[in-house]
């Protein structure tokens, strides 16, 4: 599961920039190891790295379909 919006830290506009980059990549590495894995399960979620505490809802239900 990844978060989808971005860390609210101060910081500089180059940094924020580095890290979008970051997560856009990372989402499509994930994106493609799903689908060439059927073990592996990927999602991205509208929260932050907090996103227990921010979208409990959704992080409950993805680890609920998961295969015991």
Not at 21 to 30: C, D, K, N, P, Q
């Amino acid at each position: 599961m990844q978060a989808g919006k971005p860390h609210p830290l101060p910081s500089k506009e180059w940094f924020d920039e580095l890290l979008a980059g970051f997560a856009r990549v990372l989402s499509a590495e994930l994106t493609e190891l799903a689908h060439t894995r059927p073990t592996v399960t990927f999602t991205r979620i509208n929260a932050t790295h907090a996103r227990v505490q921010e979208a409990p809802e959704p992080v409950s239900e993805f680890v609920r379909a998961l295969p015991s």
